[in-house]
């Protein structure tokens, strides 16, 4: 659990814009008004004290120094009878405006938890017996990892909040567990009544016992030609920071965290003139899952929801100089609250920084000699969560030709399983003697609340047609452009087209540039992955979501989570299949853009013990936002080769 009185001597932020998250004071008092209201006893937790973000006219018309509204979003729980409810608080009165119990669903799994399963596991005598019959009778070195349970109709699981477990041992301390899976032993924890529900005995595999360390302290040998690499910045970064406003050349945002999505941007503009036209409201990653495609030992239920069954927010890292960042560093502190409505502080949680990115733009004129080329530089911010075994790093990008890049960097340590005598893995790779690493799929739901200059917008399908051969195509070389404006929320469920090179754009109703075109920004699609579990399958329904790169939906403002606010144990339907049934028009009007992606992971023994960066991500580029490249006006290069300067 976090020290939430060590955290106490970080500097207290204070609130100085609607967006801000909130403070440690803030948490304190919204938790004490909902306890002062609606005490539910000693079974009382907290699942998210976190900022009710306010209308989007508070913000549109907030002026520095004036007063607004100020509330919390609060989730509770009673785990003597699973009872869960919401709160509304207003910070400015410190009352509950609004109490609604929430029948039928689990709170997230909280880091309490994490903890708990392991204790309650190890200790339970059927658990110890299952190890003996492993020939393992050291409990104590035994690494119980808790993974969501999912909802699979067993009668005995009903009305309870679980985890369902998969072990590993460790021969010491800082041994790399996941060589060494403990094959088939899984235990079903009912996290509430704090017992083992059952065990689940799949069978034995010997027991795997390899040293896979990776660490630096099991390092004797490395390589000799690394020399330094110096990233200097004798001035300063290019940016400024007042409070949670970021600016940084042409772009303004404001950085936001919450113990669900993490990393959250808003407001984010871009400074054309005298105008601050914007482009995005909210930005956040709205869900993601990694369904596991093993059908036996209890790998089924590997289908881990990782924003909204655990919250990537809570387990954000602190994030290091030299190590996660390089050059000159602004951090960001996160105030969260943990189970008992107290805040505590993950230091550093937010990284943002300016890098060097090669070239912007360049040429050469064959006939004069004449060279221009200009160096590229972003901004980026960014955070990194451990989950289990793997870690997730949300990396935004802002270039200074007007696009805006997100990337999702995975890395950590690929799951794994122990192979029982004469067994060929069929759903998974060897990635060591005895184990190996299942197929499975990291899929990724971004949420975009977009404004392209102001809040009325359209979504337009692009696809390039090549023309058929005939009088109008002789030679065979033509194509075009088809669009498709998507009119309802039905229509505009839509998946990536290789054929048809397709992409969407997010044009403005109201505005056009000086070529008469609607202003619009258009999202590319990079890393499209198609789902292979069947949307009849348990996290099929559940991540509904995952089955299309695109979704629109007409923006309401408690429309946030694609698998829903619930999504632990959930049966499946919510979030966006439920919300697009209405199938509410989506032409020049307040929308949001939900853009699935991802990683389909067939793992390599490259991947252990300890796996390489993969990226996932898109871009969104200015479509006609602009009627020249913007980054004309970017200077030389300080340098003495001719080719950097006019």
């Known amino acids: 659990m976090p020290d939430a009185a060590a955290t106490e001597s970080r500097t207290v932020p204070r609130v100085s814009h609607p967006l801000d998250p909130l403070t440690p004071d803030e948490i304190r008092r919204a938790s004490s008004a909902v306890r002062r209201a609606h005490d539910l006893g000693a079974g009382m937790m907290f699942e998210t004290v976190s900022l009710h973000e306010p209308e989007k006219s508070v913000v549109q018309g907030f002026k520095t120094g004036a007063s607004f509204p100020r509330e919390a979003f609060v989730c509770a729980f009673d785990r003597t009878n699973g009872q869960v409810f919401e709160a509304r608080v207003d910070l400015v009165a410190d009352t509950v405006v609004d109490w609604r119990h929430v029948p039928d669903v689990r709170p997230r799994i909280l880091i309490d938890d994490i903890t708990l399963v392991g204790e309650v596991a190890r200790a339970d005598p059927r658990f110890r017996e299952a190890l003996a019959r492993r020939g393992i009778a050291d409990v104590e070195n035994v690494q119980v990892d808790p993974w969501s349970a999912g909802n699979y109709g067993l009668p005995d699981e009903e009305g309870r909040r679980l985890c369902h477990t998969f072990c590993w041992y460790r021969s010491e301390k800082n041994d790399n567990p996941y060589a060494h899976p403990i094959e088939g032993l899984c235990a079903v924890v009912d996290l509430d009544r704090a017992e083992v529900l059952r065990i689940d005995d799949h069978g034995a595999a010997e027991l795997p016992r390899a040293n896979r360390n990776y660490a630096a302290r099991y390092r004797t040998v490395y390589r000799t030609d690394v020399k330094p690499l110096e990233i200097v910045q004798a001035d300063g970064p290019s940016f400024t920071v007042e409070g949670n406003e970021v600016r940084w050349q042409k772009w303004r945002l404001r950085v936001g965290f919450n113990a669900r999505e993490g990393l959250v941007l808003h407001a984010i503009g871009y400074e054309d003139g005298e105008r601050l036209r914007p482009v995005l409201h909210r930005a956040a990653l709205s869900e993601m899952v990694v369904p596991y495609g093993h059908l036996g030992g209890g790998h089924f239920r590997k289908n881990a929801f990782d924003v909204g069954e655990y919250g990537i927010g809570v387990l954000a890292n602190s994030l290091t100089l030299g190590c996660d960042c390089l050059g000159a560093i602004r951090y960001f502190d996160a105030w969260l609250a943990d189970s008992k409505g107290e805040p505590y502080c993950i230091p550093s949680a937010v990284c943002l920084h300016e890098e060097d990115f090669g070239i912007l733009w360049k ?284």
Request: hydrophobic share 40%; proline share 8%.
């Open 363 to 646: 040429h050469t004129d064959l006939f004069t000699g004449e060279v221009d080329v200009r160096r590229a530089r972003r901004l980026v911010v960014s955070s990194i969560s451990t989950v289990g075994n793997y870690e997730y790093g949300a990396f935004w990008y802002f270039h200074q030709d007007g696009s805006i890049h997100f990337e999702m960097k995975a890395t950590g340590i690929v799951n794994t399983a122990g192979l029982k005598p004469g067994e060929a893995p069929r759903y998974g790779t060897i990635v060591s003697p005895g184990v190996y690493a299942h197929y499975h799929q990291h899929i990724f739901n971004m949420r975009l609340d977009v404004a392209i200059d102001g809040e009325r917008n359209r979504v337009v399908e692009v696809d390039t047609v090549a023309l058929p051969v005939g009088p109008d195509n002789p030679h065979g070389n033509a194509f075009t452009i088809r669009e498709s404006v998507l009119a309802n929320e039905l229509a505009a469920q839509r998946s990536v087209d290789f054929n048809a090179a397709r992409y969407w754009k997010i044009e403005s109703a109201e505005v056009r540039n000086a070529l008469g075109q609607p202003t619009a920004y258009k999202l590319l699609p990079l890393s499209p992955v198609p789902a292979f579990a069947s949307p009849k399958s348990s996290v099929g329904r559940r991540a509904a979501f995952m089955t299309r790169q695109l979704w629109v939906t007409a923006y309401h403002p408690d429309e946030i989570h694609a698998a829903g606010r619930y999504p632990n144990q959930s049966r499946g339907g919510d979030g966006l299949p439920a919300w697009t049934a209405a199938d509410r028009p989506l032409v020049d009007t307040d929308i949001v853009v939900w853009h699935s992606f991802g990683l389909h992971h067939i793992p390599r023994p490259e991947d252990f013990p300890v796996q390489p960066v993969i990226t996932a991500g898109f871009a969104l580029h200015p479509s006609g936002f602009f009627t020249e490249n913007p980054a004309l006006d970017v200077p030389p290069a300080k340098s003495s080769m001719s080719c950097c300067v006019d």
